[in-house]
C-alpha cells in the first residue's frame, strides 16, 4: 500500500506539472531575448555537442531505434491496461499524463525552447518586408547565376545536371559550408557531425517528408529516397535544426547559406537552384504574367531537377500525407510559428533581403 501511495503521489505531481510546464512556456515565449541568450547560444549548443559526439559516432540511428522501441513499449503498456480504463479510470489517467509530462519536459529541455528563440531576421539584422521589384530583381540574379553553374558543371542547358555523389559523400561535404559559415557567423559552428540516412525513409517519403531531426538523440536524419538535387540541400536544412534553429524556414535558408558558401561547386549549385525554386514561386504567386516571362529564361535542365522531384512526391501521394502535413501544420502553430507550413514562405524574404546588396 505504502508503495501505491508513494507511486500515485508520483503520477499527481507529474501530472500537475503538465499544465505548469505549458503555462511557463506560454510565459518564456513572451521573452525571446531571454531564450536566444540563455537557452539557444547557452545550454542548447552544450547539450547539441554532447549528444552529437555521443551518437553521431554510430554509423545507424539510435534515434529511429529509439522511436521504435518506444513505439512497442507504448503498445504493449495499453494492451496491458486497456481494461483499467473502465475499473481505475483515475490511475489509467494519470499514468498517461504523468509520461507526456516527462516527454514535454524532456522535448523541450532537449531542444523546444528553441522554437520561442528570436527571429532569424532579428539575429542577422534583416528585414522582412521587400517590393515586388526587389523580388523579381533577386530572382533574376539567381537564374543567371544558376544557368552560368549549370554551364560550368559541363552540363548542356537541356540536360539536367546529376549529382556523382554517394550519400555519405554528400554527409562528409556539408560540413565544408558550414565551416566556412562559421567566419562570418559564429553561432553556425557545426562541429561533430551526426548526421545519417533515417531507417524510416519509406515512412517519411509516405507522409511527404525529407527528412527529421530527432531531439532526444540529436542525431539529423534524411530521407535517403531522395536521390535528386535536394539531399544535399536536405541534409545542411537538418544539420540547421541540430544547430538550433527551429522555425523551418529559418532552417531552409540556413542551409541555402550552407550550401553556396560551400567550396564543391555542385553543392553550390544545388542551394542556387533551391533558393531560386522558392524565389520563382513567389513570383508566380504575385505575378503571374512575370513568372511566365521569367521562366523561360531558366535552363530547361534546371526545369527538368524541379520536375523530378515533383514526380518523386507525386508517386508516393496518398491520404496519410494529409493527415500528417495537417498534424505537422498544427504542431508548427502550437510552436510559435503561427503560419504554420505556411510559414515556410518567411524564406523569400530572408533569401531578397539577405542577398540584395551581396553578390552571388
Known amino acids: 500500500m505504502y508503495v501505491w501511495d508513494m507511486r500515485k503521489r508520483t503520477m499527481l505531481i507529474l501530472s500537475f506539472l503538465l499544465p505548469l510546464q505549458v503555462l511557463v512556456l506560454q510565459i518564456l515565449k513572451k521573452f525571446p531575448s531571454f531564450i536566444e541568450t540563455y537557452y539557444s547560444q547557452g545550454l542548447y549548443p552544450v547539450i547539441s555537442s554532447i549528444s552529437r559526439y555521443l551518437f553521431g559516432w554510430i554509423p545507424f540511428s539510435i534515434g529511429d531505434i529509439f522511436y521504435l522501441l518506444i513505439t512497442i513499449l507504448a503498445l504493449r503498456w495499453i494492451y496491458k491496461n486497456s481494461r483499467r480504463i473502465t475499473y481505475e479510470p483515475v490511475r489509467f489517467c494519470l ?40 523580388l523579381i530583381s533577386t530572382t533574376e540574379r539567381l537564374i543567371t547565376k544558376a544557368n552560368e553553374m549549370h554551364r560550368q558543371l559541363g552540363f548542356l542547358d537541356s540536360v539536367k545536371v546529376e549529382i556523382p555523389y554517394t550519400q555519405k559523400e554528400i554527409f562528409d561535404k556539408s560540413i565544408n559550408g558550414y565551416m566556412n559559415l562559421e567566419n562570418e557567423y559564429p553561432n553556425l559552428s557545426y562541429n561533430p557531425k551526426s548526421i545519417k540516412k533515417s531507417g524510416w525513409s519509406l515512412g517519411l517519403t509516405y507522409m ?87 521562366i523561360e529564361t531558366v535552363n530547361p535542365g534546371i526545369l527538368k531537377s524541379y520536375k523530378e522531384m515533383r514526380d518523386f512526391w507525386e508517386s508516393y501521394q496518398n491520404p496519410f500525407e494529409t493527415l500528417s502535413k495537417a498534424f505537422w501544420d498544427q504542431f508548427l502553430k502550437a510552436n510559435n510559428q503561427s503560419k504554420g507550413i505556411m510559414s515556410y514562405s518567411y524564406m523569400v524574404a530572408l533569401v531578397v533581403n539577405h542577398f540584395e546588396n551581396k553578390s552571388f
Open 208 to 294: 511527404g517528408y525529407s527528412g527529421y531531426y530527432n531531439p532526444f538523440s540529436g542525431e539529423a536524419q534524411v530521407n535517403n529516397l531522395i536521390k535528386t538535387y535536394k539531399f544535399p540541400v536536405v541534409s545542411c536544412h537538418e544539420q540547421a535544426h541540430q544547430l538550433g534553429y527551429a522555425a523551418e524556414n529559418e532552417a531552409n535558408f540556413i542551409a541555402t547559406l550552407a550550401t553556396l558558401h560551400n567550396d564543391d561547386p555542385i553543392i553550390q549549385y544545388t542551394g542556387y537552384i533551391f533558393a531560386l525554386r522558392y524565389c520563382v514561386n513567389e513570383v508566380a504567386r504575385r505575378d503571374i504574367d512575370k513568372y511566365h516571362e521569367i
Open 95 to 134: 499514468d498517461i499524463t504523468a509520461t507526456l509530462s516527462v516527454i514535454y519536459f524532456v522535448f523541450n529541455v532537449l531542444w523546444g525552447l528553441n522554437y520561442y528563440r528570436l527571429p532569424l531576421h532579428k539575429t542577422l539584422a534583416l528585414k522582412t518586408e521587400y517590393t515586388n521589384e526587389q
